[in-house]
């Protein structure tokens, strides 16, 4: 049974100057996901985020984190939550042990220097501990940024772009920190432009454009319902008109009827089916075709399309 340990009910941000960065925004996260949340530039994520962390006051609605009210529990929550904010923050002159020694501490954690040395050593920062933060490269200085964050054992981490502009084996590094996070129970929210990464890391995705959720669900049911299979077939002699036994299928003609398209399917290999039977059907009529292109759409794909159809919000 799934264990909600967040839940947003109709959650809005207007910023001084009007700006409504979040617009009745209802989501529900539970213990042990990892859930990816994507959504252009400016859509809110950052915002909502911040909502959760108590960076950003909220002009309305209500957060409730571990069963506790957010507006009257915030010190209880906050502990047990963990950031990796998007923008590097932190005594530039430190040295990076004492930086994460202080942040375990700041959240009411006991002392620990044996979990603080496993956080360093899983982030690849052991041999830099003594090093000030500012010498580090801007990846290290990532690093840095998660190892903080993880410093007091949160229950409930937030990873707001955490892989923008780093490189690919940074990029690996963190997928292991995550797949090691999740081994050990802790929820992951993200956001991330990298959807690939989605792709790969998240149990459930959630789409937001312009302050409002326009989707929320399972990874694989999102690829499932909104997947396409999208096929072309290049046909010898050229085509008036599409045979009758077609005519059932999504298909068109294209390119003065040498060019037959498929576009269909529902992510489930309907689609490869149906592109199959069309390819015996061709046959059968005695219709050549030379070539036979398929391609199915990737969640970056559907993310698009998404974005570019107006779409009914759903909780
Ligand atoms: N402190 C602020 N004051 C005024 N407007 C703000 C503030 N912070 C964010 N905004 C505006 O709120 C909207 C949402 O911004 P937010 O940073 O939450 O989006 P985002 O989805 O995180 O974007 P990105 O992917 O670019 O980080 C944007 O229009 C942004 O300009």
């Given amino acids: 049974m799934p264990e909600p340990i967040l839940n947003i009910r109709g959650l809005e941000k207007t910023y001084k100057g009007g700006v409504k960065a979040l617009d009745g925004v209802d989501l529900t996260i539970n213990r042990g996901e990892i859930f990816a949340l994507l959504g252009p530039n400016g859509a809110g994520k950052t915002t909502l985020i911040g909502s959760v962390c108590g960076l950003v006051r909220p002009t309305g609605g209500k957060i409730e984190v571990f069963g506790q009210d957010l507006a009257t529990s915030w010190k209880n929550v906050r502990r047990q939550i963990g950031l990796v904010p998007q923008e590097l923050s932190f005594d530039m002159f430190d040295k990076v042990i004492r930086q994460v020694r202080y942040s375990r501490g700041m959240f009411g954690s006991a002392p620990d220097e044996a979990r603080i040395e496993e956080v360093l050593r899983s982030l690849s920062l052991w041999d830099k501990r003594n090093a000030a933060i500012r010498e580090l490269s801007g ?65 459930r995705v959630g789409v937001i454009a312009k302050g409002r959720i326009l989707l929320v669900d399972d990874k694989d049911a999102i690829m499932a319902k909104l997947g396409r299979t999208e096929a072309h077939f290049t046909i010898d002699s050229p085509l008036a008109e599409l045979p009758a036994p077609l005519t059932g299928y999504p298909v068109h003609l294209e390119e003065g009827g040498t060019s037959l398209v498929y576009r269909g399917g529902d992510g489930t290999g309907k689609g490869k089916r149906e592109v199959a039977e069309l390819a015996q059907l061709l046959t059968r009529e005695g219709i050549a075709f030379s070539g036979l292109e398929t391609q199915e759409s990737t969640l970056e794909d559907i993310f698009v399309d998404l974005l570019h159809e107006p779409v009914e919000t759903a909780a």
């Fill in 139 to 203: 990846g290290m200085k990532r690093r840095v940024m998660i190892a903080k964050a993880l410093a007091h054992d949160p229950q409930l981490l937030f990873l707001d772009e955490p892989t923008a502009g780093v490189d690919v084996e940074l990029r690996r590094d963190m997928w292991r920190q995550i797949d090691m996070l999740r081994d050990r129970g802790v929820t992951i929210i993200l956001t991330t432009h990298y959807i690939e990464e989605a792709e790969e890391m998240a149990d």
